[in-house]
Protein backbone atom coordinates (compact mmCIF):
# COMPACT_ATOMS: atom_id res chain seq x y z
CA UNK A 1 0.00 0.00 0.00
CA UNK A 2 1.34 3.21 -1.04
CA UNK A 3 -1.40 5.32 -0.50
CA UNK A 4 -4.52 6.04 2.04
CA UNK A 5 -6.81 9.43 2.16
CA UNK A 6 -9.87 10.66 3.15
CA UNK A 7 -12.22 13.81 1.55
CA UNK A 8 -15.22 14.92 1.74
CA UNK A 9 -17.28 16.51 -0.58
CA UNK A 10 -20.37 18.68 -0.57
CA UNK A 11 -22.52 20.06 -2.64
CA UNK A 12 -22.13 24.14 -3.62
CA UNK A 13 -23.84 26.60 -5.32
CA UNK A 14 -21.69 26.46 -8.51
CA UNK A 15 -21.30 22.58 -8.30
CA UNK A 16 -19.33 20.06 -5.63
CA UNK A 17 -16.57 20.88 -3.83
CA UNK A 18 -14.31 18.83 -1.35
CA UNK A 19 -12.31 18.94 1.58
CA UNK A 20 -9.27 16.90 2.31
CA UNK A 21 -9.46 15.76 6.15
CA UNK A 22 -6.31 13.66 5.74
CA UNK A 23 -4.04 11.85 3.43
CA UNK A 24 -0.93 9.35 4.47
CA UNK A 25 1.87 8.07 1.83
CA UNK A 26 5.01 6.11 1.54
CA UNK A 27 8.00 6.67 3.48
CA UNK A 28 10.95 8.33 2.14
CA UNK A 29 13.62 7.27 2.22
CA UNK A 30 11.89 3.67 2.28
CA UNK A 31 11.63 1.37 5.37
CA UNK A 32 10.56 4.96 7.66
CA UNK A 33 7.16 5.19 9.16
CA UNK A 34 4.75 6.45 6.59
CA UNK A 35 4.53 9.97 5.76
CA UNK A 36 1.52 11.86 6.95
CA UNK A 37 0.92 14.57 3.96
CA UNK A 38 -2.37 15.91 5.42
CA UNK A 39 -4.45 15.88 8.30
CA UNK A 40 -7.47 18.87 8.57
CA UNK A 41 -7.16 20.59 11.65
CA UNK A 42 -10.76 20.12 12.24
CA UNK A 43 -10.48 16.15 12.55
CA UNK A 44 -6.65 15.87 13.76
CA UNK A 45 -8.26 14.70 17.33
CA UNK A 46 -10.20 11.93 15.92
CA UNK A 47 -7.28 10.02 15.14
CA UNK A 48 -5.46 7.81 17.41
CA UNK A 49 -2.94 7.29 15.05
CA UNK A 50 -2.67 9.44 12.41
CA UNK A 51 -0.09 7.67 10.34
CA UNK A 52 -2.28 4.81 10.46
CA UNK A 53 -5.57 5.62 9.95
CA UNK A 54 -8.95 4.14 10.63
CA UNK A 55 -12.09 5.56 10.43
CA UNK A 56 -14.66 3.44 13.26
CA UNK A 57 -18.14 3.24 13.21
CA UNK A 58 -18.76 6.58 15.17
CA UNK A 59 -16.09 8.87 12.89
CA UNK A 60 -18.01 7.88 9.60
CA UNK A 61 -20.96 8.97 11.44
CA UNK A 62 -19.95 12.60 11.94
CA UNK A 63 -18.41 13.02 8.36
CA UNK A 64 -21.88 11.48 7.32
CA UNK A 65 -23.22 14.86 9.40
CA UNK A 66 -20.80 17.02 7.51
CA UNK A 67 -20.58 15.94 4.16
CA UNK A 68 -22.77 14.96 1.38
CA UNK A 69 -20.21 12.48 0.32
CA UNK A 70 -17.11 10.51 1.57
CA UNK A 71 -14.65 9.08 -0.07
CA UNK A 72 -11.81 6.53 1.14
CA UNK A 73 -8.95 5.91 -1.67
CA UNK A 74 -6.07 3.78 -1.11
CA UNK A 75 -3.01 3.28 -3.78
CA UNK A 76 -1.75 -0.01 -4.54
CA UNK A 77 1.08 -1.00 -6.62
CA UNK A 78 1.62 -4.44 -7.96
CA UNK A 79 4.52 -5.48 -10.41
CA UNK A 80 1.21 -7.13 -12.57
CA UNK A 81 -0.48 -4.02 -12.92
CA UNK A 82 2.49 -2.22 -15.34
CA UNK A 83 0.36 -2.60 -18.34
CA UNK A 84 3.36 -3.63 -20.76
CA UNK A 85 5.45 -0.57 -19.61
CA UNK A 86 8.96 -1.17 -21.16
CA UNK A 87 10.45 -0.24 -17.37
CA UNK A 88 11.02 -2.79 -14.81
CA UNK A 89 8.70 -0.62 -12.30
CA UNK A 90 5.38 -1.34 -10.45
CA UNK A 91 2.02 -0.60 -11.52
CA UNK A 92 0.29 1.72 -9.19
CA UNK A 93 -3.97 2.65 -8.83
CA UNK A 94 -5.07 5.32 -6.10
CA UNK A 95 -9.09 4.53 -5.94
CA UNK A 96 -12.12 4.71 -3.85
CA UNK A 97 -12.44 1.72 -1.71
CA UNK A 98 -15.20 1.22 0.98
CA UNK A 99 -14.54 1.98 4.39
CA UNK A 100 -13.93 -1.48 5.54
CA UNK A 101 -11.39 -2.26 2.61
CA UNK A 102 -9.96 1.02 3.94
CA UNK A 103 -9.71 0.07 7.37
CA UNK A 104 -7.99 -3.09 6.27
CA UNK A 105 -4.76 -2.12 5.25
CA UNK A 106 -2.29 0.35 5.95
CA UNK A 107 0.47 2.28 4.04
CA UNK A 108 3.54 -0.11 3.70
CA UNK A 109 1.22 -2.97 4.17
CA UNK A 110 1.43 -5.82 1.49
CA UNK A 111 -1.98 -6.86 0.35
CA UNK A 112 -3.89 -9.37 -1.89
CA UNK A 113 -6.09 -6.67 -4.17
CA UNK A 114 -7.68 -6.74 -7.79
CA UNK A 115 -8.30 -3.73 -10.56
CA UNK A 116 -10.63 -4.63 -13.06
CA UNK A 117 -12.95 -2.02 -15.01
CA UNK A 118 -11.50 0.75 -12.81
CA UNK A 119 -12.57 -0.57 -9.74
CA UNK A 120 -10.22 -1.35 -7.02
CA UNK A 121 -11.04 -3.97 -4.49
CA UNK A 122 -8.89 -5.20 -1.47
CA UNK A 123 -9.02 -8.44 -0.64
CA UNK A 124 -7.36 -9.01 2.31
CA UNK A 125 -4.04 -7.55 4.42
CA UNK A 126 -1.19 -9.77 3.68
CA UNK A 127 1.64 -8.46 6.11
CA UNK A 128 4.29 -6.00 6.04
CA UNK A 129 5.95 -4.43 2.54
CA UNK A 130 9.92 -5.49 2.92
CA UNK A 131 11.77 -2.41 1.72
CA UNK A 132 14.92 -3.55 -0.35
CA UNK A 133 17.76 -1.83 -0.44
CA UNK A 134 18.53 -0.82 -3.75
Same mark, same amino acid.
Given at each position: ?? /? ?10 ? !?? !?????? &? $?? /?????? !? ?6 ? @? ?9 ? *??? $??? @???? @?? =?? *?????? #??? #???? %? ?5 ? *???? !???? +??? %? $? %? *?????? $?? #????? &?? %? =? ?6 ? +?SREGT?? =????
Amino acid at each position: MQ /LKSIEGWYAAAD !GW !GNDPIM &S $VQ /LSSPPG !GEPELGYL @DPEWEDRFDTP *REP $VAS @DDLH @DD =FD *RTYDTI #VYT #VGVC %SEEWIDG *RDDD !GEGC +HND %S $V %S *REEFNM $VQ #VHDQA &SA %S =FEDHDLSI +HSREGTWA =FESE
